[in-house]
């Protein structure tokens, strides 16, 4: 079977999931930035938002390996056939524009409100650190769906770093879009822009499957008839 680096695939669902924050950036994603003021605040204050937001990613995906350890033990291959599978089923999820049905917890999203409230009223520098923090709370079916991923990884730390990967992946569309927002706004509706995230997904899908497609015995098959095939 082929190797899949699912770091990578992380990553890679990172990129495809940031087409959506983009398109919700002014109301969520941005909502920490008040007043711009001068460039050298703002790109501080970005980078204080984004470096909370992957610390809190680190964070919940470590929590979420390590819960995800005992019922792991069960599976008699592990993570190595299991966890790339999840992430074709992921994709696809998002690919077909299954996550718009998925259910939104108020149990996360009204305390992020919360936060989103009180944080207007600190220090530009806290502000954007407690609502980077806070973004694990965000109503995103896709990033529950990664974080229920991480579970998959086995460890503790194989969740960090697949979470970490994964808003690693969000960062240079997202940042973009903080920096450049009107002039992306222009050019990229939000239909465009999730009409690119579903190709780009499906894209990813096909392509991990295919990969994948020795895990299902088909490459075993193969190889066995060729042998038949010699020894005639």
């Known amino acids: ?30 909502s920490w ?9 703002f790109m501080r204050d970005t980078a204080l938002y984004h470096g909370a937001r992957l610390g809190s990613y680190a964070l919940v995906g470590a929590l979420a390996g390590a819960l ?3 019922p792991l033990a069960w599976f008699q291959h592990g993570t190595g056939v299991l966890l790339p599978w999840l992430l074709v089923l992921m994709f696809a999820v998002v690919g077909l524009g299954l996550d718009a049905w998925m259910p939104k917890p108020a149990l996360l999203s009204r305390p992020m409100a919360r936060i989103r409230f009180k944080a207007m009223g600190l220090g530009s520098m806290a502000r ?67 009409r690119l995230q579903r190709g780009m997904a499906l894209l990813a899908a096909v392509v991990l499957a295919w990969r994948l497609r020795g895990s299902l015995g088909f490459g075993e098959i193969e190889h066995g008839c060729c042998q038949d095939t010699a020894m005639m």
Not at 33 to 41: E, N, Y
Not at 138 to 150: E, Q, R, S, V
């Open 1 to 30: 079977m082929p190797a899949i680096d699912t770091t990578a695939a992380a990553f890679m669902a990172g990129l495809v999931t940031s087409l959506h924050c983009l398109g919700m950036c002014g109301p969520l994603a941005c």
């Open 33 to 41: 930035a008040v007043a711009r003021g001068s460039d050298w605040t």
């Open 128 to 194: 954007a650190s407690l609502i980077g923090l806070a973004t694990p709370l965000l109503p995103c079916g896709p990033l529950y769906m990664m974080f229920g991923l991480a579970m998959a990884n086995g460890s503790a730390a194989r969740g960090a770093e697949f979470s970490t990967a994964f808003g690693l992946g969000t960062l240079p569309l997202l940042a973009l879009g903080q920096t450049q927002l009107h002039r992306i706004g222009i050019k990229l509706s939000p239909v465009a822009l999730k």
């Open 68 to 70: 995800g350890t005992a």
